[in-house]
């Protein structure tokens, strides 16, 4: 299957500890997404990439929150110090920048839960 | 990012009706997405539209970009018991940056 992956798929961590997750996108995808949805709400944008440049940012993203995508191609999110608002569904998406088309297709997420 | 107006906010059907959900914006996009989303999934792309009045179908399901380009209509025919889950519209303008702007979704309960 070639589709966007992540890992892992659910975590549970005491609040103050850090957590890190890892998205795979569709191989020939340089544009890299990260979106975090809670219960009831639509996915909220955090950050992405073109290539391994991240070029926006949303204000979602405290100064607890850092992505990279060091080689172009995975990237990670890392989340310190996580309090219970932390809680949530982080999502990763990826596309292809050449194309005038703007879709973004999603990995099936990583459930984090804050004690 | 600004959050999209969805309606309705559910509905709950019998097999075989057709629905119909919208979303609105105060904002001109010039992309308008249509997800899926099942219960602990990631959303899964249904519909893309890119022009003013665009008219797109995929199978049972036929979506369309507004005129004032500020608003997007799903439709789906003779709904099935696995039409069920939440149906996400998101909208973007390229030319302000990538990020999608979400609906807060409409939960479509099918009964056979």
Same mark, same amino acid.
């Given at each position: 299957d070639t589709g966007v992956s992540q890992d892992p798929r659910h975590k549970i961590t005491k609040r103050g500890q850090n957590v890190t997750f890892r998205c795979d996108p569709i191989s020939e995808h340089n544009r890299l /997404?990260? /979106?975090?949805?809670? @219960?009831?709400?639509?996915? #909220?944008? @955090?950050t992405y990439f073109q290539n391994e440049a991240q070029l926006e940012k949303s204000?979602?993203?405290?100064?607890?929150?850092?992505?990279?995508? =060091?080689?172009?191609?995975?990237?990670?999110? #890392?989340?310190?110090?996580? #309090?219970?608002?932390?809680?949530? *569904?982080y999502l990763c998406a990826s596309s292809f920048a050449a194309s005038s088309y703007n879709e973004q297709f999603f990995g099936p997420g990583t459930r984090l839960t804050v004690l | 990012?600004?959050?999209?107006?969805?309606? =309705?906010?559910? *509905?709950?059907?019998? #097999?075989?009706?057709?629905?119909?959900?919208?979303?609105?914006?105060s904002s001109i996009f010039n992309t308008w997405l249509w997800y899926k989303q099942d219960p602990g999934e990631g959303p899964v792309l249904l519909i893309a539209l890119y022009k003013a009045g665009e008219l797109t179908s995929n199978g049972r399901l036929t979506a369309?970009?507004?005129?004032?380009?500020k608003d997007s209509f799903?439709?789906?025919?003779?709904?099935? =018991?696995s039409d069920v889950g939440i149906y996400f519209?998101?909208? @973007?303008?390229?030319?302000?940056? /990538?990020?999608?702007?979400?609906?807060?979704?409409t939960s479509l309960l099918v009964t056979p």
């Open positions: /997404y990260w /979106y975090r949805q809670t @219960l009831g709400q639509g996915p #909220e944008f @955090l204000r979602l993203l405290s100064d607890r929150f850092s992505a990279e995508r =060091p080689k172009g191609s995975f990237s990670t999110l #890392e989340i310190q110090r996580t #309090e219970q608002g932390d809680s949530a *569904m | 990012g600004q959050q999209l107006n969805q309606s =309705p906010q559910s *509905m709950f059907i019998q #097999e075989g009706e057709d629905v119909s959900m919208n979303c609105t914006s369309q970009f507004g005129i004032t380009r799903l439709n789906i025919s003779a709904s099935i =018991p519209c998101a909208g @973007l303008n390229s030319n302000s940056g /990538y990020a999608l702007n979400f609906g807060k979704g």
